[in-house]
């Protein structure tokens, strides 16, 4: 009997480097997609946390009998219901900082600090329940300001040592006599807020403990399904076996649901006391501003030298972050907000020391652009004015600095593919660089170009970042690919489902892409760090290699052919040699599964990038198997008298290595530079005394809005990474880094201010032109009084 056979759409083969339909668009469209908000199951109870009130101090008794006794609560768990097991991100470089309990038993740290659970039958009886809770706390002093925090004689937030949990120098060459022997040497001091990842989708997920086979199942909004499930098996002390984690479709992570949070913990818990009943917690945006994690705030000083015809000579400064109360990746970002600057710019001389800092405040984490946001608002402007100090332009200052294709840099990061130079070409070409840049301005307004770059990884901080991908062939032609990766709305799975169909020779539309279960897909990482195309995607590739090569042993043994002459294009079979057809695919796979081979045709591909971690020690490491540039270039015209500021145009030039999907690509871009629009002018996540967030709900915390965003014109620079899938590289957040300097930098040449703080704000700009108006009559008037003398 013959198999029915699917159609497939032979427009779709050869998909990578096209711009096909994303493979999940028709569910999300259609409201049919399932985010982790619709899983639902009878009986199914409403969680809530139980939130520390004040900002510090310790835990005298938790009194829950009255909520016990309410009708309808059906579990309760405190601190005794745990292990006590701290959990965190950084314990393969920074163990100390694993510093947080899924439920704190002695001591809050900052309001809305974990120390219980509630499940009920509804939420209203839950949040009856919550108001039942009586706790008894010895409220110590908190501290909420970062410098106050570094001061000795500050309230201490973690016993074990100061409020600096990581002191990080990093320091090459001899940057004291290089900065002597510059020419021209400026400092200069840079504040960064706080800011949220404001997702549309709320951290939401339901665990469920099964008593019978005393398994859990949690099905959760996460970007990192496998290290959840690893946070999860440590903290209740289980098998990793006995632990599965379904990622459900995303509503925006941007590095919020990176790590497992408590309320990941208590869902499952919670269940387990229930008697095995399901249990869902959802954030309310209040609990999503206040108790999951945000971007740090920081201060970044930096003092350079350079010489009169434009070379770098030395970079020293300090970098502060705000951490809030617990570490989660502070370590790491503190670590990439310092280090970044070596794969731009040429340096032998180097010396920053980076503070990452507790507070009694929310906790920050990894947030889209990992602490390249901060860093390249102040590297990037900083750059912009050393080149004024020497009558240079920024443009031709760069270019002169930049690193090159091939390079090693002082630190040991290999810098095989490099288009930062055709990236800043293309871009100052396509804007007109030279016909604008110091020509537009006017009486009332002022009308200004800048630019600037910057550059991201495709890894973390640390040695241990494979990822595995399975492609199954059926026996009707479709094709199955299993990947760990979790696609967070970035468009992932379509990227991936390309690259296994480009690599098979199959149209893609054969592609059903299954990813994010711990119990049925391969090991992934996660989706962060710019990471997925390049290192999900590679793993992908050698699966779908494997799943052609079992596919082309059957056919070279049919017909009595080498299967090393065979090749699989355009769905037929055919010999590389002299290109001849031998069989098509669908043909193909009839023979794989006939009774006489009986193959099942299963890929399977792993990979681990060629990488070296960081050593703390001595900041040398090569971090990532590739690495993506690109310049930015604003186009502002500014307001002088009201200190509005609108942007014309800008333009993104990204070196992607190959566009997968170009469409997605841009749309990556798009995103990135809104993400940063709204950090350059909007967004400032402030606290109060108690260290709450000020404004943390959408009716006060500003945020971009698609009907202000200007005009984007997008350069892919293809330079074919020899080490990614195809050429690709990762490029999922560096768009968001340069723009707040890329602004800021075009302000300067409207008006002649600087600002070096963010958000900038009217009533900044208003400022700084005032303070300019004054310098000039003050220089003024000493030009004048010396012509005198």
């Known amino acids: 009997m013959t198999t029915p056979r699917h159609t497939f759409n032979k427009a779709y083969v050869n998909p990578v480097g096209k711009s096909v339909p994303r493979i999940d668009g028709k569910g999300i469209v259609t409201g049919q997609t399932k985010y982790a908000f619709d899983v639902s199951f009878p009986n199914m109870l409403v969680g809530k946390m139980i939130r520390s009130t004040i900002p510090h101090g310790r835990i005298l008794s938790i009194d829950t009998s009255k909520a016990e006794a309410l009708p309808g609560v059906r579990a309760i768990i405190t601190a005794k219901d745990t292990h006590n097991i701290k959990f965190g991100s950084n314990e393969y470089f920074f ?21 219980g659970a509630i499940a009920a039958v509804d939420e209203e009886t839950a949040d009856a329940a919550l108001k039942l809770i009586d706790v008894k706390y010895e409220e110590l002093p908190a501290v909420v300001d970062v410098l106050e925090a570094m001061k000795p004689g500050a309230p201490q937030i973690h016993e074990s040592r100061n409020n600096i949990a990581v002191i990080l120098p990093v320091n090459f060459g001899n940057a004291d006599r290089a900065l002597k022997e510059s020419d021209y040497v400026r400092e200069d001091l840079f504040y960064t807020p706080a800011a949220h990842m404001a997702a549309l989708e709320p951290h939401v997920c339901v665990g469920q403990w099964e008593t019978f086979s005393n398994k859990i199942t949690l099905w959760a909004s996460s970007q990192a399904p496998f290290k959840c499930r690893e946070a999860l098996a440590k903290t209740l002390k289980m098998d990793l076996n006995d632990v599965r984690v379904i ?61 009169k015809d ?43 020391t980076g503070y990452r800092v507790y507070t009694n405040t929310p906790i920050s984490g990894a947030m889209r652009g990992f602490g390249g946001v901060q860093a390249g608002f102040a590297i990037e402007s900083h750059m912009d004015m050393l080149a004024e100090g020497i009558g240079m332009d920024p443009v031709e200052f760069r ?44 009486i009332c307004r002022g009308i200004g170009i800048g630019i600037a770059a910057d550059v991201m990884g495709s890894k973390m901080y640390k ?12 026996e009707d032609g479709s094709v199955y690919l299993f990947t760990g990766a979790a696609d967070t709305g970035q468009g992932s799975n379509t990227a991936l489902s390309q690259i296994a169909a480009q690599e098979l020779g199959v149209s893609y539309s054969r592609i059903r892409c299954k990813s994010g279960d711990t119990e049925i897909t391969p090991f992934d990482t996660g989706s962060f760090a710019s990471r997925v195309t390049f290192i999900s995607g590679n793993a992908t590739l050698l699966a779908a290699r494997d799943a052609k090569k079992q596919v082309l042993n059957v ?50 591909g792993s990979y681990n990038p060629k990488t070296t971690p960081i050593d703390f020690r001595t900041g040398e490491g090569n971090v990532s198997g590739s690495y993506g540039f690109e310049a930015q270039i604003a186009e502002v015209e500014v307001n002088k008298e009201t200190g509005e500021v609108k942007i014309l145009k800008m333009w993104d030039a990204h070196d992607i290595g190959k566009a997968i999907n170009p469409q997605s690509a841009e749309a990556q871009i798009e995103g990135s530079l809104a993400m940063g629009i709204g950090y350059t002018f909007l967004e400032n996540l402030h606290f109060d005394k108690k260290g709450r ?97």
């Open 555 to 604: 056919v070279a043994e049919e017909f009595k052919l080498n299967a090393e002459d065979l090749d699989i294009m355009a769905e037929e079979v055919i010999n590389k040699k002299d290109k001849s057809i031998i069989t098509s695919f669908d043909k193909a796979l009839e023979l794989c599964y006939a009774f006489n081979y009986g193959r099942q045709i299963i890929g399977r």
């Open 310 to 352: 434009g070379t770098l000579m030395a970079i020293t400064g300090e970098v502060i972050a705000d951490g809030g109360a617990y570490c989660s990746y502070g370590p790491t970002v503190i670590a990439a907000a310092i280090m970044r600057i070596f794969m731009l710019y040429k340096i032998q001389h180097f010396r920053v």
């Open 463 to 474: 040695s241990h970042e494979s990822a595995g991908s399975i492609v199954k062939v059926e």
């Open 399 to 442: 270019l002169k600095n930049i690193t090159t294709p091939n390079m090693v840099t002082i630190n040991k990061m290999v810098l095989t593919t490099n288009g930062l130079k055709e990236c800043i070409d293309k871009a100052i070409e396509s804007c007109e660089w030279k016909k604008k840049h110091g020509k537009q301005k006017d």
């Open 95 to 115: 163990p100390h900082t694993i510093d947080q309990m899924a439920i704190e038993s002695e001591k809050v740290r900052y309001v809305g600090d974990e120390i």
């Open 247 to 307: 990622k459900m479709a995303v509503g925006g992570g941007f590095g919020g649901k990176l790590e497992m949070l408590p309320m990941d913990f208590a869902a499952c818990l919670l269940s387990k006391k229930a008697g095995g009943l399901p249990v869902k917690i959802c954030c309310n945006r209040e609990e999503e501003f206040l108790a999951t994690r945000r971007k740090h705030g920081m201060i970044y000083k930096i003092k350079s030298g350079v010489k």
């Open 693 to 789: 967030p000020a404004n943390g709900n959408f009716a006060n915390y500003r945020l971009p809005r698609g009907f202000g965003m200007p005009p984007i014109e997008c350069i892919m620079v293809e330079t074919n990474d020899p080490e990614g899938p195809f050429g690709a590289k990762g490029m999922g957040e560096a768009a968001l880094l340069p723009t707040s300097a890329a602004i800021a930098n075009a302000i300067f040449d409207a008006v002649g201010i600087r600002i070096k703080e963010l958000p900038i704000t009217p009533a900044k700009i208003i400022k700084a032109l005032k303070e300019k108006e004054v310098n000039e009559k003050n220089q003024q008037q000493h030009l004048t009084e010396a012509k005198t003398l």
